[in-house]
Each structure stands twice: as structure tokens, then as C-alpha cells.
């Protein structure tokens, strides 16, 4: 416990997660709704609880609200008391310029102030982006073990994903050897996850000298690269279930993940902490399944009533499926309507959506990419943005986008097709 | 400080009818409708009726009840001008008193009354289900000019005889009060929710502890003040009231919330305290591929993977692929095994059944020592017991809490029967 204590943790919570498009236009990444009960943050939270970590700063930048609502004092994860606390770090203006982070280096550059108040032995560099139980303490523990002046948590993903990690190679003994950002063409296919123990006096003068010179932002581009060779570099090896979820269908497939204790992802066993409290989701009553329902391989929060069909599904609190109704390979948030006799399959609904009497959504030809966004969305999934109107009859069909807060009753037509966006 | 209504909720009563579900709590304590205790409701009434200044009377067994009010803070009752308070008895200057009856609980926390100086007391009991706004009832209190207002319900006349009930005047004052009176004249039920002015309430009191023999608000010191002449009003409640007297009402009321005329929990929205023993928050319920679940209240945490017919299930209940539970309650943390089967019982927190055991079912038949409170058939297990595998529970059998594995070497409980710890 004594090394966790001693270890500051700077968490990032800024990640503008824009190819998860709707979902996160009006809230940061971190923020956006997760589990069934969760919003992703909880997992990083969660671990730094179980770790034994009591100081946090939580660096935000990008449409905090929701996520500062959500974190509120940080009791939820322990974290208030004498020597716990968790404090919520924005961009602020500085002596000479307003900056804006520019990047996950920067951001913590600019909170030097914060952590000379600790003056910590280590400081854990986290982001708040990603689906995983993981050990902190464990690493640290690590780290200190090998006299590192940073380790970094890695884990091995298929070649063809290399491009979206920085990589890294290792000697026998776990020291880093090389490191290269996000490029074609990787040498190795162990994949930095984002997560640093840094000695807190070299993390000083390693950012001092890069982002205190305005010569880079970035801790995987411009600072750790510099330091092979010089300082001594660890790779910490992570084998369980961690996911990205930075894309639609990666949101989708890890949510239908928690399905299955089998995928790796088991969120009783991990103990996910979450703020139920939070718009008072604490108090609602317990799921009600009705007489004719039928229920399979579901997750389903409290406040729900099924009267229809669930199956393959994730459902948040407070979700009516009317009867005869049929939910398919869905993520419906809180509070969100399924209509009588209605159907909706692969589909992701945000909060407070309304699928009126016999509309149907996201049935359609999945090769129909999204107009709008093709990068996005071509992977045969609707996503109905919150409090978004589908009208009684009216059809939805495969990789649409409906706009938050749009209302199709408004719509000429009677069906939006494949591929279509609704705009406000 | 001062509060125009202080509530005073009535928490400390173990209810012996209930058996083992209160062998180690008060029944305001006992586990209803997946995830709230009776308190819940009581306190949900004050909370949305506005009353800011609460005391709780507790007396048997209070831990777990302490452990579930917290600070208040799940009923919003933290801040500058609001509070709940447990009022514990406590050694007076003479000697240690219990609370011998209501009117004495009460009498003896006046002192926690009066520092409010309040107008009104409001006197509930913690240990009904009912969804109820306190404001008409206060305001027609007002406009009546009352010195005491009793909330009654109107019960079918046969049944009248197990409660209080009260003769009305045209104008709702009360002519007439008898407690559980053979042949009673009214079929308007006492709820034992009372508003009193709160001087004439200290003054009444004080009388009762000079005069007095069972300190009981409903036998003693009602009946004096309607004989008396006091401002003694009826104010009566429609909709849902259950009290659950014995283990069949408790089975009743259980199953009561998947009738179709079920209370709309979400519309009273009955706050409770849903992390007073969580280490870590349930997660949204698990069902599995090829569970089957129909007309069952399930709450967040459980993993439902066999047949869940017409039950309620509390938080973190394991239901194993190829386990069979029907037309039964399960508390917090029961797990039933592979193949077992669980029928018409009402199991206590972290009850385990084996594979392939088999609870309840056939037919109904009464629990030999306590006919009067279980002639059901309904199979009723204490809390932690552990049922091995392969074990036959029949019908109407109690079970004390805590019992091992060890003591069911028979592999057979007869229906009726009681376990002892």
C-alpha cells in the first residue's frame, strides 16, 4: 500500500472520441454511457480504488459537464477524506497565453503546479478512455523493483492494429528498446496502452525540457521516444481484456461483451464503481419483467419493464420494451422507449429516445455506408442520438445517424433508408 | 431551531409473527419488494411530504436498521434545517428504561420534540407499505382545528376486527375509538398514523405516565382523548396500505407487486439506501442464453441463467442454468445451485440451496407450531442457512438462520416442520 500512496495519479479525461460520432458530440469520451449502469471513466476510477490510489487529478478539457456531474466529489471511488481527494484540473489561463492542451504531455505539463503541492515519489499517467481491470499497484510495484524512471503498460494486439498504437520493443528483461508512435509499417506488435508510471523527478525535467521548450505535446510522439536509451524504460505486460472502444462498432461489441464472462470482461467480478447516485439512478425500482416477456443473454439495469422481447442486449435504467416489442444486438440508455410491436436490432440508442408503435430501426443492407460518415459507420449499426423521435410505422434503416433531439415525425417521408443521417 | 412538524417514526418492534426474518432485526428492517426495507416507506412519505425534521424510535436489534438509515442522506435528510435521528432508549436519571409501549417511546424523547417547538407531531409507524402524502392530511388537521388526526382505511368489515377502528360523525370527527374490539360498529381501520397538536400530545403523554399501566398510544391514551372530549379527527387514506402481520401476509404483500394492479413503485418513488452494504455497486442483472424469466421483479447484481417464474428477487441472487425458482421471495445473495428446484418460499439473505435440492411445492401444508402466522405452505429459511445438496424442504417448514450443512444429514426436512438454530 505504502508505494501506491506515494504514486500521484494524473488521469486524462479530455479524449474527444469523435469517431464514436453522436454519442460523443455532447459529451467528453470518457463520459459517454458504458455497461449498462457505467460511463467508461468508472473502469479507470474503479482500478484506481482497487489499487489502493487516493490522490487524483483529473484533467478535462472537452464538454466536461456530464463527466464532472458524474465524478462530483469522488466519493463514489473513495476518494474524499483527509488524504484522498480527486481534483478536477481544466485548462486554465497561464501567465503569458490561454492554452489549450495540446496534448496528453501538455496537459500535464501545465499541472506541474498541481503535483509540486504532493510532491509524490511517482506519478501514474492514466487515460479515461478504455474497457479493463487492471492491477496499478502491481506496476508500481514493478517499476520500483527495477529502479525504472518510466514504465509503461503493454500489451500484444494483432499486426493489423499496429497502426493505431504506438509500439514498442522489449529486451528479455522488459527494457524498451525502441518506441515509435502510430505509423504504417510496425516493427513490433506489443502496443503501448497509454498508461505510465513515471519517477516524478525525471517526468519534471523530461517535460520541462520537450513541452517547457515548445518543442512537442505528446507523450507517445515527442516525449517518450527521446527517452530510449537515456533513461531507464520498462514495459509492464498486460494480458487481460482491454478495449478502445473509439468506434461505433468497438462500442457496440465490447457493451455485448459484458454478456459473456467468457470475453474476459466480467463486471461483477471486476467491482466496478460507479456514481448511482447520480440523477438519481440509485432509487429506481428494480427491473420488472412481465408475464409474456422474454428475456436472453441480456444485461439490464434497474427501472427497467420489459413487456416485450430483450435478447443479445444491453439496456440502462429505466428502459420500457412495450409489449410485443423486440430489442436485437441493441445498446438502449436510460429512459429510452421501445414501442409496442415495435422492433429494433443492431442498433445503439442513446438516452430518452422514443421508437414509437410498430416503427422498426436498423434493419437494412449493411453495405449502405453512412453518407454522412463512412468512417463512422459502415458496419451495419443505427445509432439514435438522445431524445431522438422515431414515429409509430416509421423506418429506420442500417448505418443511419438521427441527430440528437431530432424528431422524425417531422419527417416528409415514412422511412429513413440505409445510410441515411438525420440532421436537426 | 424551529420545525412546524417533527415526524416520529415508530421503528423498534421486532413483530414475533414474522419468525426468522426477524430473529436478528426489527421488522422496519425486513427486506420487501427486492431492494427496500419497510422503513423505506415511512420515510418516503415524511421526505416527500416535507418534513424536515425526523425522529426514529428504535429499540430490538437495531444494527442493521442504524447501518441502513445512515446519515439520512439516501431520504435527503442532511442539510442545515433537516435531520434524521435514531432515538435508542437510554438510562434516565433513576434507571435504565426501555420503552415499555409507544406512548412511553415517545414521552421519552419529548425532550427532542420540544427542541424543535413544533406546532404538529406526526407519529408513523416504520413498519408499513403504503405510498402517502402527509399534506392533505395535515391541512385538513389545520381546518379542523384538531387536537389529534387518525388516518384510517376502509377494510373489508370482516377484517376490521385485527385493527383499531374509529365511528365517524358527518363532519369526520371521531365518536367512537376500539382497539381489535370482537364485533367492531366501524370498518374504518386505524393505519396507526397519528398528527397531534403537539401540546396537547406532551400533555396527554404526561398523563399517560402518571396513569397509565401498557403505555400504548392506540390503547390507552387514543380512546381517553375521543372519551374525553379532545378535537379527535378521522383522515382517511385510499389506495395501497399493507402492513404484513405475519409470515402469509408477508408472503401476500411480497407477491403483491407482480399483480396486475401492482403499486407503481416508480411513481411513488420509495427512495432507499442502496449502498448501505455494497462493497461495490451490483451490476445491471445478468440473463443468460437459455434462462427463461416471466412475471418477476429482479434487481441489479443477479445472474439468471435457469426458469424464474412469478418471483422476486433481491440483489446478487444467483439463479444457476438448469435451477427452477417459482412463486418465491429471495433475499440479497441467495444462490440456488444446478437442478435445484425452489417453490412458494420466501428465503432470507444469502440462503444456499444445492444442486439439485428441492424447497416447497406440493401440497400446502400448515407449519406445525405456528399455524396462525403460516398455514400457506409457503417454506420459510433464515438468513445464511445453507441447504445441501440434494435436500427436500417440504411445504410449511420454517428454518432458523445460520444452520450448516451438517444438521440436514437426513437429506429431508418434513413439511411443517421447524428447524431450531
Avoid at chain 1, 293 to 318: D, H, M, Q
Avoid at chain 2, 19 to 24: E, R
Avoid at chain 2, 326 to 346: F, K, N, T
Amino acid at each position: 500500500m505504502r508505494a501506491a500512496r506515494d504514486t500521484l495519479v494524473m488521469l486524462l479525461a479530455g479524449g474527444v472520441g469523435s469517431r464514436l460520432n453522436i454519442l460523443a458530440s455532447r459529451r467528453a469520451k470518457p463520459a459517454v454511457p458504458f455497461g449498462g449502469a457505467y460511463r467508461i471513466i468508472d473502469f479507470a476510477l474503479s482500478n484506481v480504488m482497487h489499487s489502493g490510489l487516493v490522490r487524483v487529478g483529473l484533467l478535462t478539457q472537452y464538454k466536461p459537464f456530464s463527466l464532472m456531474d458524474h465524478v462530483g466529489a469522488g466519493e463514489s471511488w473513495d476518494l474524499v477524506g483527509r488524504e484522498r481527494g480527486i481534483k478536477v484540473l481544466p485548462p486554465h489561463t497561464g501567465e503569458k497565453e490561454s492554452d489549450w492542451y495540446k496534448g496528453t504531455a501538455d496537459a500535464v505539463f501545465q499541472n506541474l503546479w498541481f503535483m509540486e503541492d504532493y510532491q509524490p515519489d511517482k506519478v501514474l499517467i492514466l487515460s479515461g478512455d478504455h474497457i479493463y481491470r487492471m492491477d496499478y499497484e502491481a506496476m508500481i510495484a514493478a517499476h520500483e523493483a527495477r529502479g525504472a524512471d518510466l514504465t509503461i503498460a503493454g500489451m500484444t494486439v494483432p499486426w493489423e492494429d499496429t497502426h493505431r498504437f504506438g509500439v514498442m520493443v522489449c529486451d528479455e528483461a522488459g527494457e524498451i528498446t525502441a518506441f515509435e508512435e502510430k505509423r504504417p509499417g510496425a516493427t513490433s506488435n506489443l502496443a503501448s496502452m497509454g498508461i505510465y508510471v513515471f519517477d516524478y523527478r525525471v517526468l519534471v525535467e523530461e517535460l520541462s525540457a520537450i513541452v517547457g521548450t515548445r518543442r512537442g505535446f505528446d507523450f507517445g510522439k515527442d516525449v517518450i521516444p527521446g527517452m530510449v536509451g537515456r533513461r531507464a524504460l520498462h514495459c509492464f505486460r498486460f494480458d487481460g481484456y482491454w478495449r478502445d472502444v473509439g468506434t461505433i462498432e468497438s462500442y457496440l461489441d465490447a457493451n455485448r461483451d459484458c454478456l459473456d464472462a467468457a470475453s474476459g470482461l466480467n463486471l461483477a467480478s471486476w467491482r466496478v464503481c460507479t456514481n448511482a447516485d447520480e440523477i438519481g439512478r440509485g432509487d429506481r425500482p428494480p427491473i420488472s419483467v412481465a408475464r409474456r416477456a422474454k428475456v436472453a443473454n441480456a444485461l439490464i439495469a434497474r427501472g427497467c419493464r420489459i413487456e416485450g422481447e430483450v435478447v443479445s442486449s444491453v439496456l440502462f435504467p429505466g428502459v420500457h420494451v412495450a409489449a410485443g416489442a423486440s430489442v436485437h444486438d441493441a445498446v438502449v440508455m436510460s429512459d429510452s422507449v421501445v414501442g409496442p410491436g415495435s422492433r429494433v436490432t443492431r442498433s445503439i440508442l442513446d438516452k430518452q429516445c422514443v421508437v414509437g408503435a410498430k416503427a422498426i430501426v436498423g434493419e437494412g443492407d449493411r453495405r449502405v455506408a453512412n453518407r454522412v460518415s463512412p468512417m463512422h459507420l459502415d458496419c451495419g449499426i443505427t445509432v439514435l442520438g438522445k431524445q431522438a423521435i422515431v414515429p409509430a410505422g416509421f423506418s429506420v434503416g442500417t448505418n443511419c445517424i438521427v441527430h440528437p433531439g431530432v424528431d422524425l415525425t417531422h419527417s416528409p417521408a415514412r422511412q429513413l433508408d440505409d445510410g441515411e443521417t438525420a440532421l436537426p | 431551531m424551529g420545525a412546524q412538524i417533527v415526524g416520529m417514526v415508530l421503528a423498534g418492534g421486532r413483530v414475533d409473527e414474522l419468525l426468522v426474518l426477524t430473529a436478528k432485526r426489527p421488522k422496519s428492517a425486513v427486506p420487501i419488494w427486492g431492494m427496500y426495507r419497510f422503513i423505506d416507506f415511512a420515510l418516503s412519505n415524511m421526505m416527500h411530504s416535507g418534513i424536515d425534521v425526523v425522529g426514529l424510535l428504535s429499540q430490538y436489534r437495531p444494527y442493521s436498521l442504524n447501518t441502513h438509515l445512515a446519515n439520512g442522506s439516501p431520504w435527503d435528510y442532511v442539510g442545515r434545517r433537516r435531520q434524521l435521528k435514531v432515538l435508542s432508549p437510554y438510562s434516565g436519571s433513576a434507571d435504565t428504561d426501555w420503552y415499555r409501549g409507544t406512548a412511553d417511546a415517545i414521552w421519552q424523547n419529548l425532550n427532542f420534540v420540544d427542541h424543535f417547538s413544533p406546532e404538529l407531531v406526526l407519529i408513523a409507524s416504520g413498519d408499513h407499505v403504503s405510498s402517502m402524502d402527509y399534506r392533505p392530511l395535515v391541512r385538513q388537521h389545520r381546518t379542523t382545528q384538531a387536537d389529534l388526526t387518525i388516518v384510517l382505511k376502509r377494510v373489508p368489515q370482516e377484517q376490521a376486527a385485527q385493527y383499531g377502528t374509529a365511528v365517524l360523525d358527518g363532519d369526520g370527527r371521531v365518536l367512537r375509538y376500539e382497539e381489535k374490539a370482537p364485533k367492531p360498529a366501524s370498518d374504518l381501520a386505524s393505519l396507526t398514523v397519528y398528527l397531534f397538536a403537539a401540546d396537547v400530545l406532551a400533555r396527554r403523554l404526561e398523563e399517560n405516565q402518571r396513569e397509565g399501566s401498557a403505555f400504548q398510544l392506540y390503547s390507552e391514551v387514543l380512546p381517553r382523548m375521543v372519551a374525553e372530549g379532545d378535537r379527535v379527527f378521522g383522515y382517511v387514506h385510499e389506495g395501497y396500505w399493507q402492513y404484513a402481520r405475519t409470515l402469509d401476509g408477508y408472503y401476500d404483500a411480497s407477491l403483491d407487486i407482480l399483480r396486475p394492479q401492482a403499486p407503481d413503485l416508480a411513481g411513488w418513488q420509495v427512495r432507499t439506501n442502496v449502498a448501505a452494504t455494497a462493497s461495490a455497486d451490483p451490476p445491471p442483472a445478468l440473463f443468460g442464453a437459455d434462462g427463461l424469466i416471466v412475471d418477476s421483479l429482479v434487481c441489479a447484481g443477479c445472474s439468471i441463467a435457469g426458469e424464474v417464474r412469478s418471483s422476486v428477487l433481491s440483489p446478487w441472487v444467483t439463479v444457476e442454468r438448469g435451477a427452477v425458482v417459482r412463486s418465491s421471495v429471495l433475499m440479497d445473495g441467495c444462490h440456488v445451485a444446478a437442478g435445484a428446484v425452489v417453490e412458494r418460499a420466501i428465503l432470507d439473505k444469502q440462503v444456499t440451496v444445492g444442486r439439485d435440492a428441492r424447497i416447497g411445492g406440493g401440497k400446502a401444508v400448515a407449519n406445525r407450531s405456528h399455524p396462525d402466522v403460516l398455514a400457506s405452505g409457503a417454506v420459510v429459511v433464515g438468513k445464511a442457512t445453507r441447504i445441501p445438496a440434494g435436500c427436500e424442504v417440504g411445504s410449511g417448514a420454517v428454518l432458523a438462520p445460520d444452520i450448516g450443512e451438517a444438521r440436514f444429514a437426513g437429506g429431508h426436512v418434513a413439511a411443517g416442520a421447524t428447524v431450531e438454530p
